[in-house]
């Protein structure tokens, strides 16, 4: 089986990363995790004190817990759409109200609703507004204009601006955490999910001021990060320059592989700085399937927003992570047999 569909890193590490990470995980399990050497090696990754970091059971888990600090109960919260699915699940289940605002299509490119967003803030309603940059299953980055431009609208309001980066390390770099400083009301979630290849470790973080850290830290179970993903993420983290390399041949791959796409008549595929590509092809559901029975999974991305706007924008697209380079030809091959 060829796992494309859940955007898994999953031929990142090599032989001496997965083996090292597997060493890690011998160490005692009869005590508690501590997790003031990861918040450690976390801070010092990204720049910030151990202080303004959050460590979660995952991303999604931050923007659980996130939500549910700051919109449960019917608190209303901007969501520019489509963007990774889990939002409209965990935002309905934690009772907050969403302003849903859609991104554009435009020259073959999504072009991100920046004064649209900016309008809904200017009702001083919102509790939060969610972005997902780079976006999930758009694959596109905002641009520095509209982090500034948004960070302008959010600064000396109640509003809490979460920029959600989990594929910042496959990105050309923009970030919202350059703000931190004088936005006290910022928080940057990040992962070790797909930069780190640990998907199955579940370990995410958050950045944010501290007094946000203690506030959000008070909805989060004791110990909910296992000792043996812990010790994953800490030798991972020792070898962070050995890790980018390998994460430079993905973005490497990416590109080649988003070549081979183009030449494929009748496949849009759309700018990515993720560790995927988002495609539209004629027949998007019949496509998923022939492909499903010859052992490749791809997401189909029509599925992943509730909302008749976003279902719209994304329909017959089919979202695809970057295939291992041995694998490329296998799928390019798959791919063009189902087309046709």
Same mark, same amino acid.
């Given at each position: 089986?060829?796992?494309?569909?859940?955007?898994?890193?999953?031929?990142?590490?090599?032989?001496?990363?997965?083996?090292?990470?597997?060493?890690?995980?011998?160490?005692?399990?009869?005590?508690?995790?501590?997790?003031?050497e990861?918040?450690?090696?976390?801070?010092?990754y =990204?720049?910030?004190?151990?202080?303004?970091?959050?460590?979660?059971?995952?991303?999604?888990?931050?923007?659980?817990?996130?939500?549910?600090?700051?919109?449960?109960?019917s608190?209303? =919260?901007?969501?520019?759409?489509?963007?990774?699915y889990?939002?409209?699940?965990?935002?309905g289940?934690?009772?907050?109200?969403?302003?849903?605002?859609?991104?554009?299509?435009?020259?073959?490119?999504? =072009?991100?609703?920046?004064?649209?967003?900016?309008?809904a803030?200017?009702?001083?309603?919102?509790?939060?507004?969610?972005?997902?940059?780079?976006?999930?299953?758009?694959?596109?980055?905002?641009?520095?204009?509209?982090?500034?431009?948004?960070?302008?609208?959010?600064?000396?309001?109640d509003?809490?601006?979460?920029?959600?980066?989990?594929?910042?390390?496959?990105?050309?770099?923009?970030?919202?955490?350059?703000?931190? /400083?004088?936005?006290?009301?910022?928080?940057?979630?990040?992962?070790?999910?797909k930069?780190?290849?640990?998907?199955?470790?579940?370990?995410?973080?958050?950045?944010?001021?501290?007094?946000?850290?203690?506030?959000?830290?008070?909805?989060?179970?004791?110990?909910?990060?296992?000792?043996?993903?812990?010790?994953?993420?800490?030798?991972?983290?020792?070898?962070?320059?050995?890790?980018g390399?390998?994460?430079?041949?993905v973005?490497? /791959?990416?590109?080649?592989?988003?070549? /081979?796409? @183009?030449?494929?008549?009748?496949?849009?595929?759309?700018?990515?700085?993720?560790?995927?590509?988002?495609?539209?092809?004629?027949?998007?559901?019949? =496509?998923?399937?022939?492909?499903?029975?010859?052992?490749?999974?791809?997401?189909?991305?029509?599925?992943?927003?509730?909302?008749?706007? &976003?279902?719209?924008?994304?329909?017959?697209?089919?979202?695809?992570?970057i295939?291992?380079?041995?694998?490329?030809?296998?799928?390019?091959? /798959?791919? @063009? &047999?189902?087309?046709?």
């Amino acid at each position: 089986m060829m796992p494309l569909d859940r955007n898994e890193s999953y031929w990142l590490l090599d032989e001496e990363l997965v083996g090292a990470a597997r060493a890690a995980g011998a160490r005692e399990l009869s005590t508690y995790p501590d997790y003031g050497e990861l918040k450690a090696a976390l801070a010092k990754y =990204v720049g910030v004190t151990p202080e303004q970091i959050l460590v979660t059971p995952g991303s999604d888990a931050a923007i659980e817990y996130i939500a549910r600090a700051y919109a449960g109960g019917s608190g209303e =919260v901007i969501l520019p759409v489509p963007t990774f699915y889990g939002y409209e699940s965990i935002l309905g289940r934690v009772g907050a109200k969403i302003v849903s605002i859609t991104y554009e299509e435009k020259d073959g490119r999504f =072009v991100f609703p920046l004064e649209e967003t900016i309008e809904a803030l200017k009702s001083g309603t919102a509790k939060v507004l969610f972005l997902c940059h780079p976006n999930n299953p758009l694959g596109c980055p905002l641009s520095p204009e509209d982090i500034s431009s948004l960070v302008a609208a959010v600064c000396g309001s109640d509003t809490i601006l979460v920029s959600d980066e989990a594929y910042f390390e496959f990105s050309s770099g923009t970030s919202f955490l350059p703000y931190l /400083a004088g936005l006290s009301n910022l928080i940057t979630i990040r992962s070790l999910s797909k930069a780190f290849a640990l998907s199955g470790a579940r370990v995410g973080y958050a950045i944010a001021a501290p007094e946000i850290v203690q506030k959000v830290q008070k909805l989060i179970l004791p110990w909910p990060i296992a000792h043996l993903s812990t010790a994953a993420a800490l030798v991972l983290l020792e070898q962070v320059e050995k890790v980018g390399e390998r994460r430079q041949v993905v973005i490497s /791959a990416r590109e080649h592989f988003a070549e /081979a796409l @183009r030449a494929i008549p009748g496949v849009t595929v759309y700018p990515t700085e993720t560790n995927f590509v988002l495609v539209r092809v004629p027949g998007a559901e019949h =496509v998923c399937g022939t492909l499903l029975a010859k052992g490749i999974r791809v997401a189909p991305g029509e599925s992943m927003s509730h909302f008749a706007e &976003a279902k719209g924008l994304l329909k017959d697209t089919l979202r695809i992570a970057i295939p291992a380079p041995e694998s490329q030809s296998i799928f390019i091959d /798959a791919l @063009r &047999a189902a087309l046709h």
